[in-house]
């Protein structure tokens, strides 16, 4: 990430941390429309991600755009397209990072949106044709947003409900992991958390998923939420993701680095 993006991420997030309790689940939504709002109009989309234009100007453009949305939603659109970006693409990333914080921000403490977003991830990866409606770009937003709400009433919070009927209706490239993986670690920064994926050959007891939640807490100095994997190829032993970050100790991994050493 370039650094001016970096810096407007910052700002748009203080803004958003500002608001407090005003910036609830209803404006997490407005955000997130309105970035797919803007994101289907290039003018508007130009506009409010050009360095040079008048904030002032900026401003008056999204009080009228977005006149019908709360105050709370266009001080954030604002603050997002106050600041410098380093592309289109990357001003879309920011509106889409506060609308999901705002969200995440409003779940109980019961509530595990990370444990949520990785379930459906894993029922989509299973189910072939579940995966293409949700993915092909020939079906419309409206009907995929309609499907993850039918599929997820009554089994998954209003905050999981809202990010991903948002995410299926503007995946802006991303293929469906990409897309959960990512707000799930919007969601895990959120809340002071990193995601950390476990994959091993068998199901880990409790006891073993909280022994290993601890070690890699106290490696990285953040809490860690841990989306278990259960991949019989890896055959023993445990593969760690928190990021870019991999610690690989499965078996697989060291039988074929094995074969490598003995072929050369």
Request: charged share 20%; glycine share 10%.
């Given at each position: 990430?370039?650094?001016?993006?970096?810096?407007?991420?910052?700002?748009?997030?203080?803004?958003?941390?500002?608001?407090?309790?005003?910036?609830?689940?209803?404006?997490?939504?407005?955000?997130?429309?309105?970035?797919?709002?803007?994101?289907?109009?290039?003018?508007?989309?130009?506009?409010?991600?050009?360095?040079?234009?008048?904030?002032?100007?900026?401003?008056?453009?999204?009080?009228?755009?977005?006149?019908?949305?709360?105050?709370?939603?266009?001080?954030?659109?604002?603050?997002?397209?106050?600041?410098?970006?380093?592309?289109?693409?990357?001003?879309?990333?920011?509106?889409?990072?506060?609308?999901?914080?705002?969200?995440?921000?409003?779940?109980?403490?019961?509530?595990?949106?990370?444990?949520?977003?990785?379930?459906?991830?894993?029922?989509?990866?299973?189910?072939?044709?579940?995966?293409l409606a949700l993915g092909t770009k020939l079906g419309?937003?409206?009907?995929?947003?309609?499907?993850?709400?039918?599929?997820?009433?009554?089994?998954?919070?209003?905050?999981?409900?809202?990010?991903?009927?948002?995410?299926?209706?503007?995946?802006?490239?991303?293929?469906?992991?990409?897309?959960?993986?990512?707000?799930?670690?919007?969601?895990?920064?959120?809340?002071?958390?990193?995601?950390?994926?476990?994959t091993t050959a068998t199901p880990l007891s409790d006891?073993?998923?909280?022994?290993?939640?601890?070690?890699?807490?106290?490696?990285?100095?953040?809490?860690?939420?841990?989306?278990?994997?259960?991949?019989?190829?890896?055959?023993?032993?445990?593969?760690?993701?928190?990021?870019?970050?991999?610690i690989d100790g499965t078996v697989s991994t060291r039988?074929?680095?094995?074969?490598?050493?003995?072929?050369?």
């Amino acid at each position: 990430m370039r650094s001016a993006t970096r810096e407007a991420l910052a700002s748009t997030r203080a803004v958003l941390a500002d608001l407090g309790g005003a910036a609830d689940l209803a404006v997490g939504a407005e955000i997130l429309a309105a970035g797919r709002a803007i994101a289907g109009a290039p003018q508007l989309l130009g506009l409010l991600s050009d360095p040079t234009a008048d904030p002032a100007g900026k401003k008056a453009v999204i009080d009228r755009v977005f006149a019908d949305q709360s105050a709370a939603t266009r001080a954030v659109l604002t603050a997002v397209a106050g600041s410098r970006w380093s592309s289109h693409e990357d001003l879309l990333v920011g509106i889409e990072d506060a609308g999901i914080r705002a969200i995440a921000a409003t779940a109980s403490t019961d509530t595990s949106i990370e444990a949520e977003l990785f379930s459906f991830e894993s029922a989509v990866r299973s189910d072939a044709a579940l995966e293409l409606a949700l993915g092909t770009k020939l079906g419309s937003p409206s009907e995929k947003s309609s499907l993850v709400e039918r599929l997820l009433g009554g089994k998954a919070s209003a905050q999981t409900i809202a990010i991903l009927s948002h995410l299926v209706q503007q995946p802006r490239g991303r293929r469906i992991g990409e897309l959960v993986r990512d707000a799930s670690r919007i969601v895990a920064d959120q809340a002071g958390k990193l995601v950390a994926t476990v994959t091993t050959a068998t199901p880990l007891s409790d006891g073993q998923a909280a022994r290993v939640a601890r070690g890699l807490s106290e490696r990285y100095g953040k809490d860690i939420s841990i989306n278990h994997v259960v991949d019989p190829s890896v055959v023993g032993g445990v593969r760690v993701q928190i990021g870019g970050d991999v610690i690989d100790g499965t078996v697989s991994t060291r039988l074929s680095e094995l074969r490598l050493q003995l072929a050369g």
